[in-house]
C-alpha cells in the first residue's frame, strides 16, 4: 500500500497534552477550536500578543484534513476560544486576521485557596 501523505503530518506535538484534551472535553470545545488552540501553541508563543493569519491555520488543517474549514467554523472556532479564555482578543483587523494573547493551560484552571 502507498504511503499517504496528507496523513503524514503530525497534529499533536510534546506540547500538547492529556491536561489539554481534558479541558476541552470538560468545556465542550469543538474539534476545530482544539485544532485552532493547538496550532496556536505550537506556531506562536504563549502569553504574548501575536497576530496569526486564520488562512495560514487553514492551510496547515487542509494537509491534516485533506480539506480546510469553511468561513463559519473557523469564526465559530476562534469566538469559542475567546468565550472560554483561552485566547483573549485585543483587536480585530478582518475576520481572519486578529491580534490576540493565547494564554496557557494552568492560567485557565482557577487556583485553590490554601487556608493558612
Same mark, same amino acid.
Given at each position: 500500500?502507498?504511503?499517504?501523505?496528507?496523513?503524514?503530518?503530525?497534529?499533536?506535538?510534546?506540547?500538547?497534552?492529556?491536561?489539554?484534551?481534558?479541558?476541552?472535553?470538560?468545556?465542550? !470545545?469543538?474539534?476545530?477550536?482544539?485544532?485552532?488552540?493547538?496550532? +496556536?501553541?505550537?506556531?506562536?508563543? =504563549?502569553? $504574548?500578543? *501575536? #497576530?496569526?493569519?486564520?488562512?495560514?491555520?487553514?492551510?496547515? !488543517?487542509?494537509?491534516?484534513?485533506?480539506?480546510?474549514?469553511?468561513? +463559519?467554523?473557523?469564526?465559530?472556532? =476562534?469566538? $469559542?476560544? *475567546? #468565550?472560554?479564555?483561552?485566547?483573549?482578543?485585543?483587536?480585530?483587523?478582518?475576520?481572519?486576521?486578529?491580534?490576540?494573547?493565547?494564554?496557557?493551560?494552568?492560567?485557565?484552571?482557577?487556583?485553590?485557596?490554601?487556608?493558612?
Amino acid at each position: 500500500m502507498p504511503f499517504n501523505n496528507k496523513k503524514s503530518v503530525p497534529l499533536l506535538t510534546e506540547t500538547w497534552t492529556t491536561k489539554h484534551l481534558d479541558y476541552c472535553l470538560e468545556n465542550s !470545545i469543538t474539534p476545530a477550536a482544539q485544532y485552532l488552540w493547538q496550532w +496556536l501553541i505550537n506556531e506562536e508563543k =504563549l502569553a $504574548q500578543e *501575536i #497576530e496569526p493569519d486564520l488562512a495560514e491555520f487553514n492551510k496547515h !488543517i487542509k494537509k491534516v484534513r485533506g480539506k480546510g474549514y469553511c468561513r +463559519l467554523t473557523l469564526k465559530n472556532a =476562534l469566538n $469559542q476560544l *475567546i #468565550e472560554h479564555r483561552i485566547v483573549q482578543l485585543i483587536k480585530q483587523y478582518t475576520w481572519r486576521i486578529v491580534k490576540i494573547i493565547t494564554r496557557p493551560l494552568d492560567w485557565l484552571k482557577p487556583k485553590k485557596n490554601l487556608r493558612n
